[in-house]
Nanobody, 123 residues
Framework: QVQLVESGGGLVQAGGSLRLSCAASGRTFGSYAMGWFRQGPGKEREFVSAISWSGGITYYADSVKGRFTISRDNAKNTVYLYMNSLKPEDTAVYYC????????????????WGQGTQVTASS
């Protein structure tokens, strides 16, 4: 069992930055690829970014590529999402997810989800 707790969301002006954190419980954090998803108002949940178990492989949605950076610290059981140049369309609830395995498989659902943290980028 893995429990995920996100933090770091908030209100920021367009062009600003935020860092999201996702703290995971359990001793097997390093066995999971980790991902970030988001769901904006009236929209379906969408993939944002993911990182392999070792941190050596990262994935980004085209909409955030070049602005967001994902990283992880396996010693702290934490994954981060650095968000720069935020746009109003980035406004959403951001969810952390864990998927058992070394790399993220887009064809497979995540095994665990966090509760989400709200990010609002105002224009």
């Amino acid at each position: 069992q893995v429990q995920l707790v996100e933090s770091g969301g908030g209100l920021v002006q367009a062009g600003g930055s935020l860092r999201l954190s996702c703290a995971a419980s359990g001793r097997t954090f390093g066995s999971y690829a980790m991902g970030w998803f988001r769901q904006g108002p009236g929209k379906e949940r969408e993939f944002v970014s993911a990182i392999s178990w070792s941190g050596g492989i990262t994935y980004y949605a085209d909409s955030v590529k070049g602005r967001f950076t994902i990283s992880r610290d396996n010693a702290k059981n934490t994954v981060y999402l650095y968000m720069n140049s935020l746009k109003p369309e980035d406004t959403a609830v951001y969810y952390c997810a864990a998927q058992f395995g070394r790399t993220w498989n887009v064809r497979t659902e995540a095994d665990y989800w966090g509760q989400g943290t709200q990010v609002t980028a105002s224009s």
